[in-house]
């Protein structure tokens, strides 16, 4: 059992994470913006209400815990979210920093994995536009600051192209740079499954300050 802290508890993968994390009877502080979508109720879990920008705040919560796992998104529909992307997610890796855990896991993007040699999703074509700077931002986040971080030990975790609502089946692939197609040349996994396997990255630690993936 680890005490986890859970950046973006009440989102669309947060909630999933939240939810593997408690059935496997970890403690979970979650942060969130807005404590009352977090609609489960548990002996373990406790809620902060903060803002990833306020580094001394989220510094302060990390103290003495595990691990972090960050789902920060300031949400797909926000028109901001590209520039809040890139302000807050830096601020998220100093407050972590700041606080002595040693261990980061990041929910990524799918838009820095590679489709062909040479090619990475984001630039391919198939990216919609309206959700292009969310997936750039969170790109350019990997490249140019975590590929550069040495000081604390981060997982950068791609999705499939597709993460949908789903079952948890527990059965998947992983990858490192490449997205995982099935035989049909679809890239996709559920939500469920991504977050069993970010919690087993949690517990047995596979990966060290490298990006890696999923799918079926």
């Not at 992307?85 to 890796?93: A, F």
Request: aromatic share 6%.
């Amino acid at each position: 059992m680890k005490h986890v802290v859970l950046i973006g508890a009440s989102g669309f993968v947060g909630t999933a994470i939240l939810n593997e994390l408690l059935n496997r009877g970890n403690k979970v502080t979650a942060i969130v913006r807005n404590p009352e979508k977090i609609a489960i109720s548990n002996s373990n879990l406790s809620v902060v209400k903060a803002d990833v920008s306020d580094v001394e705040t989220i510094a302060a919560t990390c103290k003495g815990k595990d691990v972090v796992i960050s789902a920060y998104n300031p949400g797909w529909t926000n028109p901001d979210i590209y520039k809040e992307t890139l302000k807050n997610y830096p601020l998220i890796l100093k407050a972590v920093k700041q606080s002595g855990i040693k261990r980061l896991l990041c929910v990524g993007g799918a838009g820095t994995l590679f489709c062909a040699p040479g090619v990475r999703v984001v630039d391919s074509g198939a990216i919609p536009a309206e959700i292009m700077g969310g997936v750039k931002s969170l790109g350019e986040f990997y490249l140019n600051t975590l590929c550069n971080e040495k000081e604390i030990d981060w997982v950068f975790f791609s999705p499939a192209g597709t993460l949908e609502p789903g079952q948890r089946t527990g059965k998947f692939r992983l990858g490192k740079d490449d997205l995982i197609v099935d035989e049909n040349g679809n890239s996709h996994i559920s939500v469920e499954d991504y977050a069993v396997a970010m919690v087993d990255e949690m517990e047995q630690a596979n990966h060290h300050r490298e990006r890696f993936t999923i799918g079926y």
